[in-house]
Structures are given as structure tokens and as C-alpha cells.
């Protein structure tokens, strides 16, 4: 489970702006639903190597637009295998919700000093990326509460769990007791 | 503060007013899945929970790999069968089209509805003023088991069009231009809302081509303010229509207008949508293959347009020519009154109704090196097959008259 008391510590991949899910994850690769095979074609078409020289806990790290395009939840699946966390400019707003509900964290910062192979540290808890690399700290953009709560439970369906069917359950107990 | 029509449906959606900003657990009207992210939807159901919240407002419809083109894919459709009749819920197999044109013909969405499907052009279904909106399978999956799902109200750009389209000139070149003007994250999480006097005379079918590639510049859906036309067209399809929604005047809009006088045939080149010019600009371009069909472009009205165009005349030698209705519907239409003919004696490849070419996951792939042309919505690098292959966007009429030329061509000389 991801929380936001973790710290991330990985080897960054650098990606441009406007990185879409089409280059994430192809089309015809859909009808595979498990994100251990989805990931071996992970970003086949715009960097072949991606898929056999990532190693867990690396991160991406891009511009601006990051998952544009496809509603396909099989694009953060086929990143979260081996990718601990996303940090870009900005977002795409199906992928961003997509990588949150999956528990895949996503962050967004100024990226452009951060380099091919610099190696970070991010504390999700304090907001901060340090670039070991470069001996830099950089900022990032708070995310809403709700969203924190998403990715504090390790994604939607436990935050359901816990919350949304938990108090449903209990407003039924209620209106039960209330009927007898 | 007035509100604009998507701070309304989210209100209704919640019985209390809310406004842009504004994080909301709403109640979901329908929700549409499709062959490829339905399956994981129904993982993340049955992961919380053991039965669909409420099987009449979720519809299952096969069109990305109909009829199943592996064993991967008839595996997916089997399951999703077994699913819908199980749990009673209304599933269009691979006969009928694709999922955004059945959702609006059949008539299951109404004006100022909130619907979700799990798939990027589920905006489409703005056009009779729903706000709908494409979403993930997890997100699907839980709105599958609760009927709920968390929204944050998004602000609304207004695109105000006004003046009259010239002739060759489309809701698509329309609707490209705006893109390229506004660029690929332009709208990034907002409500794109289109009006003006253009968009107020365009039937229902151009106003799905506009709402549908709303998502090509990040919005959160597109929406046309629901009037008479949106009224006529529900009226043999379904019951109980209001289109009396609207955005007040007083509500927070960042409106840009437009001219329709002054658009001219564009094209999107590759690989990015919002790299839009002029036809003129690339005209003499050779082309290997064009598609005419998908949910922006492959209706009725798009089939005879190309058809205007094709009449009496051969595609060139040079060129493979797909065309794929958008739906059972759309291809019955189009053979009745001989538009299908006209571009099979054209020498046009017709397909039954389905996604085709569009996401690359099925047929009518392009091979390295090869030059696409389609009335599709996106030109991502590899979308249609290769990486190596280069996909520009553009009109129905472009399309048929490239086709025709054998190079990117200027439908108005046609």
C-alpha cells in the first residue's frame, strides 16, 4: 500500500509534453487485463527499451499533458509493475484520476531541470522532490484532500470500502433499528 | 451567481447547488461499457461488491474488436455476455456499432442526464445535453456497485460560434480548428460548451462531432445547450425529455468566439491533434489509406457527403478506401438510399459497423512509412498501427476527395 508517509526513492525517465496513451500502452494490447503482461509493452512504440531496462521503484518523469488521449486504465496498470511514482507538469484529467483510483501516485512540479537519470527522493508527506542527482529540492502542487484520502487508503476501491459502503451499511443498520 | 448548465446537472445530480471547484460525490443517470474496459470494470464490481446497483441505467455494448478478431477478445466478449444477462442489464453485441452512436440513437441518454462510460469520447453525448463524461475502470467499476461517483465540478469554456459554415467546410474542420487554436490541454479538466448561431443550426449528428473531440483538447465533456432540435430528434427514441436547461447568462463562462464564416478544410497533421492547417497547406500530400467512419465521423449524414463527392467517380489506384458506418442503424440508412453504392462503385472497402481503424487494435492497420487519412479522432503517434506510419485527421469530404485524388486534396474543388 502507498501512503502518504512513504518516501520514493528511484532513477528517473525523462518523457516530453503531451506523452498520450496510445505511446503508454498501444491499442492492440487491450485485450490483455493483467498489468504484469500489459507492462512488458509499456512505451514499445516510443521507447523500446523502456519495458526491459526499468526497474522497480524507477520514476517518470515529464511535461506537460502526461496521459493524454484514452480513457484505458490499462495505461497507469501497465506503469504501476515496475513505475513507483509520476511527477509532470500537468496531467491528463481521465489518466490522473485513473493513476489515483489504482494507487499509483501521481505528482505535479516544475520538472523541466530534473534530467534523464537523476536519481530522487520524494516525500509525499512534506511535498518535497529531492534530486540527489543535482542536490536540488523541488516544490510540487498540493493535491486536494479528497484526492490524498484516495491515495492514503492505496486507491478507490479500498477508499469505497472504507468509506462509502461502510457508511451506507451503517445508514441501513440505522433505518433498521429505527424501523423495529 | 447564475450557473452554467453543468454546475446545473451536477446540482440536480446532488440535490443541493453547487458550483465550480467543488468536490461532490454525485449520482450517476447511466453508464455505458464497452469490450475492451468493461472487463475491468466488472473486476472492480465484483471486488467490492456482488451485484450492479441498478442494471437498467448500465447498457454493455461490443465495438472495438467485433466480431472478435482473437481469442482474447471473444474471451472479453464472452464474459461481459454472461455478465449483462446475469445481472439483467441491456447488452448490444457485436451487430450493433459503436457504443457513442448507439448511446444517442437509441436514445438512453437524455438532456441534462449525468452519464459516464468508460471510454475517452463518452462526451460525445453532449450533443443532446447530457454532461457526459469518459472515466477509467475503476472509477466505472465503483459506480457500478454504488450508483456514485466523485466529481470535482469543472469550470466551463464557452465556444461561441457564429456566421454560416462554406460549402465543403464541415462541423469537423469546424471543431479542428478550434483545437488548434485552443491546443491539446486547452481545456484540461473543463466543461467545453458550444453555442452561437453555427452550433444552434446544426442537427444532432454535427453536434456529436464537435462534443465528441471536446476530450482531444483535455475537456471533461462537451455540451450543446439542449433546444428544439435536440427535442425533435429524442422524440421517437425516447421519453421524457426537458430540454428547458440552460447555462444563465449571469454564469461564470471564460467565452471565446469564433466565425464560422472564416474556416476554411483544415487537417490535423502528425501526430498531435492540435497541429491544425490548412488543407491547402499540405494538399499534393500522397496518401496509402483513408478511413471514413468512427464516433466523430461515421454517421449518415458523413456517408453522404462522401458519397456527393465519390459520385461518378473512381478512388485512386494508389488509395485503399474504408468505410464504416457508425452503427447498424447509420449502414441501413445508407444502403436504402444508395450512398452505399455510390462509394462501393467508387471502389471504397465497406466494413460493418464497429471502431475499425481508429484505435489500431483490430484491422485496417498502417504498416511503417505508410500515409492514413481518417475522419477519426486522434493521430497519435502509432494510434493506427505502425509508429513509423503518419495519420492526419480531417472531413468526411476531405477524406473522399483525397481518396479520390490520390494526395491530400481540397474538398471544395470537388
Known amino acids: 500500500m502507498t501512503t502518504l508517509e512513504g518516501k520514493i526513492k528511484g532513477k528517473a525517465w525523462k518523457f516530453g509534453d503531451n506523452v498520450d496513451t ?5 491499442g492492440k494490447y487491450l485485450v490483455i487485463n493483467q498489468s504484469k503482461e500489459l507492462a512488458k509493452h509499456a512505451f514499445e512504440n516510443v521507447r523500446p527499451e523502456f519495458a526491459t531496462r526499468v526497474k522497480k521503484g524507477d520514476i517518470i518523469v515529464a511535461g506537460e499533458n502526461f496521459g493524454s488521449g484514452s480513457s484505458r486504465e490499462h495505461a497507469p496498470l501497465a506503469l504501476k509493475e515496475n513505475v513507483s511514482i ?4 500537468s496531467f491528463a484529467r481521465i489518466f490522473f484520476r485513473n493513476a489515483i483510483n489504482i494507487g499509483l501516485p501521481v505528482l505535479e512540479s516544475d520538472t523541466t531541470e530534473i534530467d534523464e537519470g537523476d536519481i530522487l527522493e520524494v516525500d509525499l508527506t512534506k511535498g518535497i522532490i529531492f534530486d540527489k542527482t543535482k542536490n536540488k529540492a523541488f516544490e510540487v502542487s498540493e493535491l486536494p484532500i479528497f484526492v490524498r484520502r484516495i491515495i492514503e487508503s492505496g486507491g478507490l476501491v479500498n477508499y469505497v470500502r472504507e468509506h462509502v459502503l461502510q457508511e451506507e451499511e451503517q445508514m441501513q443498520r440505522w433505518t433498521e433499528l429505527e424501523m423495529e | ?8 446537472i451536477f446540482s440536480k445530480s446532488v440535490s443541493r447547488e453547487v458550483y465550480a471547484g467543488e468536490f461532490v460525490e454525485a449520482n450517476i443517470d447511466m453508464a455505458m461499457i464497452h469490450d475492451i474496459t468493461g472487463p475491468l470494470a466488472v473486476k472492480t464490481l465484483f471486488d467490492l461488491t456482488d451485484k450492479v446497483w441498478d442494471p437498467d441505467k448500465v447498457i454493455v455494448i461490443f465495438d472495438h474488436q467485433v466480431p472478435a478478431d482473437s481469442i482474447a477478445a471473444a474471451v472479453n466478449h464472452r464474459e461481459l455476455r454472461k455478465f449483462a444477462k446475469k445481472e439483467g442489464i441491456l447488452n448490444y453485441d457485436v451487430q450493433e456499432g ?18 459516464i462510460g468508460a471510454d475517452s469520447h463518452t462526451c460525445t453525448y453532449g450533443a443532446v445535453g447530457a454532461f457526459a463524461t469518459g472515466v477509467g475502470s475503476t472509477d466505472m467499476g465503483v459506480a457500478l456497485a454504488t450508483g456514485k461517483l466523485w466529481f470535482k465540478v469543472p469550470e466551463t469554456i464557452r465556444f461561441e460560434v457564429n456566421g454560416k459554415l462554406g460549402k465543403r467546410i464541415y462541423p469537423k474542420d469546424l471543431i479542428l480548428h478550434i483545437i488548434g487554436n485552443v491546443g491539446v490541454n486547452g481545456a484540461t479538466y473543463r466543461a467545453c460548451e458550444f453555442g452561437g448561431e453555427t452550433i444552434e443550426s446544426m442537427d444532432i449528428p454535427a453536434r456529436m462531432t464537435m462534443c465528441n473531440m471536446a476530450i482531444e483538447m483535455g475537456g471533461k465533456t462537451g455540451i450543446v445547450e439542449p433546444d428544439e432540435e435536440t427535442a425533435a430528434f429524442l422524440e421517437q427514441r425516447a421519453v421524457g425529455a426537458d430540454v428547458a436547461l440552460h447555462s444563465d447568462e449571469d454564469s461564470k463562462r471564460d467565452i471565446r468566439s469564433y466565425d464560422a464564416a472564416k474556416i476554411v478544410p483544415v487537417v490535423a497533421r502528425p501526430h498531435q491533434v492540435d497541429d491544425v492547417v490548412p488543407v491547402t497547406e499540405v494538399e499534393g500530400t500522397k496518401v496509402d489509406q483513408v478511413f471514413i467512419g468512427s464516433c466523430t465521423n461515421g454517421r449518415y449524414e458523413d456517408l453522404k457527403v462522401a458519397a456527393e ?16 458506418p457508425a452503427s447498424r442503424t447509420e449502414y441501413k440508412r445508407a444502403l436504402k438510399d444508395g450512398v452505399i453504392d455510390i462509394l462501393t462503385d467508387a471502389g471504397a472497402l465497406v466494413e460493418a459497423p464497429c471502431c475499425g481503424p481508429c484505435m489500431g487494435g483490430s484491422f485496417g492497420i498502417l504498416g511503417p512509412g505508410e500515409v492514413g487519412l481518417t475522419t477519426s479522432n486522434r493521430n497519435f503517434k502509432g494510434r493506427q498501427g505502425s509508429p513509423d506510419a503518419y495519420v492526419y485527421l480531417c472531413s468526411p ?5 483525397s481518396a479520390i485524388a490520390g494526395t491530400i486534396a481540397d474538398p471544395r474543388r470537388f
Do not use: F, N
Not at chain 2, 451567481?1 to 446545473?8: A, L, N, W, Y
Not at chain 2, 459503436?98 to 452519464?115: D, R
Open chain 1, 22 to 26: 496510445d505511446a503508454i500502452i498501444p
Open chain 1, 86 to 89: 509520476i511527477i509532470a507538469k
Open chain 2, 1 to 8: 451567481m447564475g450557473q452554467t448548465i453543468s454546475e446545473k
Open chain 2, 98 to 115: 459503436i457504443c457513442h452512436q448507439v448511446m444517442v440513437e437509441k436514445g438512453h441518454v437524455l438532456p441534462g442526464e449525468l452519464v
Open chain 2, 309 to 324: 463527392i465519390a459520385q461518378d467517380e473512381k478512388i485512386s489506384r494508389e488509395v485503399r478506401l474504408i468505410v464504416i
Open chain 2, 397 to 401: 469530404a476531405t477524406a473522399a476527395a
